[in-house]
Each structure stands twice: as structure tokens, then as C-alpha cells.
T-cell receptor, first 114, second 117 residues
Framework: SQQGEEDPQALSIQEGENATMNCSYK?????LQWYRQNSGRGLVHLIL?????REKHSGRLRVTLDTSKKSSSLLITASRAADTASYFC??????????????FGKGTKLSVIP | EAGVVQSPRYKIIEKKQPVAFWCNPI?????LYWYRQNLGQGPELLIR????????DSQLPKDRFSAERLKGVDSTLKIQPAELGDSAVYLC???????????????FGPGTRLTVL
């Protein structure tokens, strides 16, 4: 089962514009992580935000977390063609019986047009 | 520092044949994961190891899938016999610490794309 749900499923923007992707989840989390996957490649970890954090930055990436709404957003500023990829949110949460698991959403497919 | 290594990168087999995937995690990472990713979906966990011990294999189809992690380093995932529905990308990942802990970012290998004909 997939806890995180990304929105939108697909996004197409012009180079230089900002891209915003959202993630909603259902249960309490330890942390939330964002990953990028280029076509035919493995996933690359982008950023981790803990449940007691509200905002985090890394280069052109900005992640927010609202635990009351059970949602997160990933903002990529000044997008580049090389940012074209699928972006996944993953929630680190208790899957039952005290065992934690990282559960991925279906991803947002971002296309940045040069 | 070398990343997670997987082999082979691609595998095409006929249904009912066996297949095996190999993974070498990042040195020092005690936690190792096998995921399956279907087209247009996110990765789904098959099994997680802490050192040599399989601590979460609830989503591994045990009738045909098996995995091992000898000496707590390399791991092998096997399917026998393969079915058409097993066509997917099989990803291996490792992390310093397990889910639920502080430093549990996962590092992924390039994956093995399996096609079952």
C-alpha cells in the first residue's frame, strides 16, 4: 500500500519557472523524504524533513511540512531542463507492531521545457 | 565513496524460468532493502534486512521469491519460477540506520529491469 499521494501526477513548466509538488499522507510520521528518479535510473535522495520541522532548504529545493494537515510540499526554484524527472515523497512511519517502514507515493512527473 | 551496486542491469527471461539479482550496499550500511517498482508507480518494499536478519518480509511473495544476505553485506533476491506479472524494476537500497531512526535516508542502486516473456 502507498501512504503518500503526490499531486499533481504530471507537471510541465518552462525553464526558469518554479515547480511545486505536493504530498499528502494518512498516519503520523517520523520523517518525510523526497526522492528524484531520472528515466531508467535509481532513486536519488533529495531532502529529509523530520516531524518536528516545518521547513527545510537545500540549494534550489524548499520543503515544507504541515503535520496538522498531513501534507508536504516540494518547491524547486529556477527550474532547469536537468530537473526533468519523477519526484517521489516517502513517509517514514510505523507500519504496525512497532515496525517502521518507508512508504513511497506514485510520484509527480516533472517536465522542464528548455 | 562507491554507491549501491546492482547486477545485472537488465534481464529478459521466459516465464517459469528462475532469475536472481545481486546487490552490494554502501560500506557500513547495516540496513538493506529490496523494492519492486512497476511502471508509473513508486517503489514497494519486498524485504528489509538488518545485518543478516530479515526483519520485514511481509510483502515478499514467499511462494516464489526468496532472499538472503550472507555475512550481512551482499544480498541476493531470487524468483523461481518467474511469472509474467513479475516484470518490473527491482531496486536495492541501503541506509545507515533503519526506518524510524534518525539517519535513515536510503541510497538506491540503478535497479535491474526484469522482463518476463
Amino acid at each position: 500500500s502507498q501512504q503518500g499521494e503526490e499531486d499533481p501526477q504530471a507537471l510541465s513548466i518552462q525553464e526558469g519557472e518554479n515547480a511545486t509538488m505536493n504530498c499528502s499522507y494518512k498516519t503520523s510520521i517520523n520523517n518525510l523524504q523526497w526522492y528524484r528518479q531520472n528515466s531508467g535510473r535509481g532513486l536519488v535522495h533529495l531532502i529529509l524533513i523530520r516531524s518536528n520541522e516545518r521547513e527545510k532548504h537545500s540549494g534550489r529545493l524548499r520543503v515544507t511540512l504541515d503535520t496538522s494537515k498531513k501534507s508536504s510540499s516540494l518547491l524547486i526554484t529556477a527550474s532547469r531542463a536537468a530537473d526533468t524527472a519523477s519526484y517521489f515523497c516517502a513517509t517514514d512511519a510505523n507500519s504496525g507492531a512497532g515496525s517502521y517502514q518507508l512508504t513511497f507515493g506514485k510520484g509527480t512527473k516533472l517536465s522542464v521545457i528548455p | 565513496e562507491a554507491g549501491v551496486v546492482q547486477s545485472p542491469r537488465y534481464k529478459i527471461i521466459e516465464k517459469k524460468q528462475p532469475v536472481a539479482f545481486w546487490c552490494n550496499p554502501i560500506s557500513g550500511h547495516n540496513t538493506l532493502y529490496w523494492y519492486r517498482q512497476n511502471l508509473g508507480q513508486g517503489p514497494e518494499l519486498l524485504i528489509r534486512y538488518e545485518n543478516e536478519e530479515a526483519v520485514d518480509d511481509s510483502q515478499l511473495p514467499k511462494d516464489r521469491f526468496s532472499a538472503e544476505r550472507l555475512k550481512g553485506v551482499d544480498s541476493t533476491l531470487k524468483i523461481q519460477p518467474a511469472e509474467l506479472g513479475d516484470s518490473a524494476v527491482y531496486l536495492c537500497a541501503s541506509s545507515l540506520d533503519p526506518p524510524g531512526s534518525y539517519y535513515n535516508e536510503q541510497f538506491f542502486g540503478p535497479g535491474t529491469r526484469l522482463t518476463v516473456l
